[in-house]
């Protein structure tokens, strides 16, 4: 039988582009976890997050840990104003910047009733308008760096909605929405867009439900228990490099099973 040689090239390109990423709230959880993988295959990450404290502590340690350009910046992403001085600041610290992932949030418990404009104002602009207001800061940077790509977090809540975070579910089905239409114009530059839906993470923002509804969820997780921020930030570091070429529009699924359980 004769062997055929495509000449292709399967060495890892996981570290590829090795420029650098930008991380909304980057001091904890999935942003903090991502920060991590990035860095550990030579990346350098800039970690946005309204803790300014835990931002700059988080990208000392990380500097030291892995020895690559960090930093840590203070940025409240509910303000559209805040994100200029950032970008500015994100680029002399990096020196180049060729990825965004967009995962600052929150899940006020609100329910209907709780409802203000002025909250969700806030809750909208903080998941959705950011992502469109930190592309167009960044977008020459994505366009000159070959294999930019952004990633935002969205969630299976987007799917299959939640009675008591109205505004947390609404914004998270507009981040699915958005990407797909991003995609379409980023394509020109050459540039990739896709959302991950994470399930249950055990993360700093779901600690209140583990601790009051234990068991509850892992009976319906297919994998019977809860995600880690760590496997979070392996699927991001992959679709921000090389190995994701040609993915792009795409909405990755990374709940141990859950939206596909039929489990009670």
Same mark, same amino acid.
């Given at each position: 039988?004769?062997? *055929?040689?495509?000449?292709?090239?399967?060495?890892? !390109?996981?570290?590829?582009?090795?420029? #650098?990423?930008?991380?909304?709230?980057?001091?904890?959880?999935? #942003?903090?976890?991502?920060?991590? +993988?990035?860095?550990?295959?030579? $990346?350098?990450?800039?970690?946005?997050?309204?803790?300014?404290?835990?931002?700059?502590?988080?990208?000392?340690?990380?500097?030291?840990?892995?020895?690559?350009?960090?930093?840590?910046?203070?940025?409240?992403?509910?303000?559209? !104003?805040?994100?200029a001085p950032a970008a500015i600041a994100t680029r002399e610290?990096?020196?180049?910047?060729?990825?965004?992932? *967009?995962?600052?949030?929150?899940?006020?418990?609100?329910?209907?009733?709780?409802?203000?404009?002025?909250?969700?104002?806030?809750?909208?602009?903080?998941?959705? $308008? +950011?992502?469109?207001?930190?592309? !167009?800061?960044?977008?020459?940077?994505?366009?000159?760096?070959?294999? %930019?790509?952004?990633?935002?977090?969205?969630?299976?809540?987007?799917?299959?909605?939640?009675?008591?975070?109205?505004?947390? %579910?609404?914004?998270?089905?507009?981040?699915?929405?958005?990407? $797909? %239409?991003?995609?379409?114009?980023?394509?020109?530059?050459?540039?990739?867009?896709?959302?991950?839906?994470?399930?249950?993470?055990?993360?700093?923002?779901?600690?209140?439900?583990? +601790?009051?509804?234990?068991? *509850?969820?892992?009976?319906?997780?297919?994998?019977?228990?809860?995600?880690?921020?760590?496997?979070?930030?392996?699927?991001?570091?992959?679709?921000?490099?090389?190995?994701?070429?040609?993915?792009?529009?795409?909405?990755?699924?990374?709940?141990?099973?859950?939206? *596909? %359980? !039929?489990?009670?």
């Amino acid at each position: 039988m004769t062997v *055929h040689d495509n000449g292709a090239d399967f060495a890892s !390109q996981l570290g590829l582009p090795e420029t #650098g990423v930008v991380i909304t709230g980057g001091a904890s959880g999935i #942003g903090l976890a991502t920060a991590h +993988a990035l860095a550990a295959v030579g $990346r350098p990450v800039a970690l946005w997050d309204i803790n300014a404290e835990g931002a700059e502590g988080a990208a000392r340690i990380i500097a030291d840990r892995y020895g690559v350009r960090t930093a840590g910046l203070a940025v409240d992403l509910r303000n559209s !104003q805040a994100v200029a001085p950032a970008a500015i600041a994100t680029r002399e610290a990096l020196g180049t910047v060729g990825g965004i992932v *967009h995962g600052a949030g929150t899940a006020e418990v609100t329910g209907i009733d709780g409802v203000t404009p002025d909250n969700w104002d806030a809750g909208l602009g903080l998941h959705a $308008r +950011a992502l469109l207001l930190i592309t !167009q800061a960044f977008r020459e940077d994505l366009r000159a760096n070959p294999g %930019s790509a952004i990633v935002a977090i969205a969630s299976i809540n987007a799917t299959l909605g939640n009675g008591t975070i109205p505004i947390y %579910s609404a914004a998270k089905g507009a981040i699915i929405s958005l990407v $797909r %239409s991003m995609a379409d114009e980023l394509a020109f530059d050459g540039v990739r867009i896709n959302s991950v839906s994470p399930g249950q993470i055990d993360t700093p923002i779901m600690a209140n439900t583990k +601790a009051h509804l234990p068991g *509850h969820f892992e009976r319906r997780i297919l994998l019977g228990r809860y995600g880690l921020p760590e496997e979070l930030g392996r699927v991001i570091r992959f679709l921000l490099s090389n190995e994701a070429s040609y993915i792009t529009a795409s909405q990755i699924l990374v709940d141990g099973g859950n939206i *596909h %359980s !039929q489990r009670q």
